[in-house]
């Protein structure tokens, strides 16, 4: 929605051109001088109503520290209701349940009187007491990304001094400052920062100085290993000395990445397995009635012999709860578990859980009652959710990456489909309308070898100005920093295509004048509209949903502020200009001209505009990855509702506008190639081919 003091002045230029129009044409004129006259007083009035670009310049306004408490304390309740959900869909109450252990393994100084050893629930209390720089490092799925979301709940049900909020370090890139990475990440998961009119233009900015963040940075071990110890030095250099923060990683990277002891002064500990006792009363709790018979032998092997590979997998928090899962909603016994020459290894019980926990989860049916946040919208075979998500896991490795952005899934689609599609639909869509606008002057064959050649060389230009990222229609004051060149390109690359496309319209149905002047004024519009598609002001924290529903949004507003436009253009140059003088093949009254020259210019504007806003969105480009991919059989037709299913069912995780495979042994499991249970070279084929 746009912010009232830009929307208000905005809507009433528009009213106030559209009362010129209309007395104009009621009364008539068809002066050139009068008609630069009157274009020349609205143009002035632009920036004295502070929606032109001349109020683009003015400075943003700094945050008072009313304004950035108040940012604060929205920001609480944010985090706190996004994560309190996550918590309930990652079903990680259980791991309040599990009995994890842990041990310190560098203690920087004895002042911090730390517990040498304890419970989960400890660590997290004694954190909650005295925030302070914190590694944690364990084997994979100890239980490391579940504590950070318990460790920031208990942190906001505390209200300490400072904001825990998590956050992936992998995104972090070492030529960026970690403040300054710190305040991107918070503007992009929390878009509403940026509401200057209501926190100022630095309150984003001034949490950070003001350290009243507290950053639960999750996976180390998920960056490049060259990059791992560049983010300790810098964690070392720019926060260990007064800024507490949490790190997680995998104990091998921990320890290579800080084999020249870069972090420094940093406590850190080691999250344990399990004790076989505290597992088998685990599942013990779990199970239903009818299969305790079943689950008795199992447990009493698990107790029994504690170093077997069936003790070392169960004792796993990850491995845990797979099992767990598996065995709820599988008909098959966990006896099975005990077949030695089935599972002789560790690795060969931790593959079948991986791979059995998909079918188990996807078995659930769409709840009918009372809303939750795991109610599904609908049943998903099993075999089509386990080919989806191998496809999606491989398309993922492939990338190098454990972050699903839905506005990424294009890469998996060959380019000659994307050039197909923009060559086949621009030229076609544009032959139609030239057809339609020159057909009114009698000239049908010009319209539409001029929509074809248009509509080709558009493509062309187009095919460079693509968004990287979903974008949000706001009209907003221009930052300094966006009078760069690249910024410049971009917003005249859009001037210059509907300069040239309304000014050569105008010019060959008109005059070469007024093609001049129509041409400036489709510049301008088709400027701003790509000036004001930026990802800003969202009234709730990013999401894969509502930042796709903000990228059609930008397109519907680019689409209606070029039906205005044209709407408006065309009433003057039917009602004012006169087209019949040019060759119009109906004679009509001035009014039913202006008319039919508005009703032409709403589609030519709304068509035009809307097709170059649409061409160039993410969305275009998931609708492509989308039906291709479905066409190919690799992901379902509903790719979204099926991703919001997957993370209700606790398959996939949200941080922010991405989806993350619940766990990266998840990932890294179903992206390798087996035939007869995941579909997998199929998705390597589509990816790699």
């Known amino acids: 929605m746009w912010r009232r003091r830009t929307a208000y002045p905005l809507l009433l230029w528009l009213a106030l051109a559209a009362i010129i129009a209309g007395a104009w044409i009621r009364f008539g004129s068809s002066d050139l001088t009068t008609v630069l006259t009157i274009v020349s007083t609205l143009v002035a009035l632009l920036p004295v109503m502070k929606v032109g670009p001349l109020s683009w310049l003015a400075p943003g306004r700094q945050s008072t520290q009313q304004q950035i408490d108040d940012a604060v304390q929205v920001l609480v309740v944010e985090v706190r209701n996004q994560w309190d959900e996550e918590a309930r869909r990652r079903q990680l109450q259980e791991a309040r349940q599990m009995p994890v252990r ?40 100890s239980g490391k990304t579940g504590l950070c979301v318990i460790l920031t709940l208990d942190l906001l049900r505390e209200a300490s001094g400072r904001l825990p909020v998590p956050l992936q370090i992998a995104s972090w890139d070492p030529d960026e400052n970690l403040d300054d990475w710190l305040v991107r990440r918070l503007l992009e998961d929390y878009p509403f920062l940026g509401n200057e009119a209501r926190f100022g233009a630095t309150a984003c900015r001034e949490i950070v100085t003001q350290r009243l963040v ?48 870069l972090l420094v ?25 009818t299969r305790l018979e079943e689950w008795e032998p199992v447990l009493a092997d698990l107790v029994e012999h504690s170093s077997d590979e069936l003790a070392q997998t169960l004792t796993n928090p990850l491995m845990l709860a797979l099992a767990r899962t598996v065995y709820e909603a599988e008909e098959v016994s966990p006896r099975e578990l005990l077949d030695r020459r089935r599972f002789p290894r560790q690795r060969d019980v931790e593959e079948y859980l991986l791979d059995r926990f998909i079918p188990s989860a996807f078995r659930t049916r769409p709840h009918r009652g009372v809303p939750s946040p795991t109610r599904v919208s609908r ?73 074809l050649l248009v509509g080709f060389f558009a493509v062309l230009s ?115 200009v006169g087209a019949e003088q040019y060759g119009l093949i109906f004679q009509l009254s001035p009014l039913l001209e202006g008319l039919l020259g508005a009703s032409v210019g709403l589609l030519l504007g709304a068509a035009g505009l809307g097709l170059m806003v649409y061409t160039t969105s993410a969305w275009s480009q998931l609708v492509v990855a989308r039906l291709w991919l479905a066409y190919r ?51 390597q084929t589509a990816i790699h081919g």
Not at 652 to 658: N, Y
Request: hydrophobic share 45%; with cysteine.
């Open 214 to 261: 507290l950053p639960i940075l999750d996976g180390l071990d998920e960056m490049p290993a060259e990059l791992r110890p560049v983010a300790l030095r810098a964690l070392d250099d720019d926060w260990s000395a007064d800024r507490p923060f949490v790190l997680t990683c995998r104990t091998e990277e921990f320890q290579a990445a800080n084999a020249q002891n």
């Open 102 to 141: 842990w041990q310190v393994v560098d203690r920087p100084n004895d002042r911090l009187r730390f517990p040498p050893a304890g419970q989960l629930p400890r660590l997290i209390d004694e954190f909650v007491g005295q925030p302070r720089p914190l590694v944690v490092i364990g084997e994979p799925g």
């Open 633 to 683: 059989g690799w992901i379902p037709l509903r790719l979204m509702a099926f991703l919001q299913d997957a993370h209700k069912l606790g398959v996939l995780r949200q941080v922010g506008p991405l989806y993350q495979f619940r766990h990266a042994l998840l990932q890294e499991r179903l992206a390798q190639p087996e035939p007869t249970s995941r579909g997998a070279p199929e998705a």
């Open 265 to 289: 002064g940093v406590l850190v500990v080691r999250l344990r397995p399990l004790e076989p006792q505290a597992a088998a009363t685990f599942l013990l709790d779990a199970a239903a009635d």
């Open 462 to 576: 187009l095919g460079r100005l693509r968004a990287r990222r979903p974008r949000r229609f706001v009209p907003r004051l221009l930052r300094r920093a966006e009078l760069a060149p690249a910024f410049l390109v971009r917003d005249l690359g859009f001037g210059i295509i509907g300069a040239l496309v309304g000014g050569l319209i105008v010019g060959l149905l008109f005059s070469v004048g007024y093609g001049v002047l129509i041409g400036l004024f489709y510049g301008l519009v088709f400027g701003l509209v790509r000036r004001f598609t930026e990802p800003t002001e969202p009234k709730e924290p990013a999401s894969p949903s509502n930042v796709l529903r903000s990228d059609r949004s930008t397109v519907l507003y680019g689409t209606a502020l070029g039906g205005a436009a044209g709407a408006l253009v065309g009433g003057f140059l039917g009602g004012v």
């Open 379 to 451: 049943r998903w075979d099993p075999v089509v959710a386990q080919r989806a998500l191998a496809f999606l896991a491989a398309h993922l490795q492939s990338l190098g990456t454990h972050d699903l952005a839905w506005w990424q899934l294009s890469s998996a689609v060959p380019r000659a489909v994307h050039q197909a599609v923009r060559v086949t639909v621009g030229p076609l869509s544009c032959g139609l309308l030239g057809w339609v606008i020159f057909g009114l002057f009698g000239r049908p064959h010009l319209g539409v070898t001029f929509g």
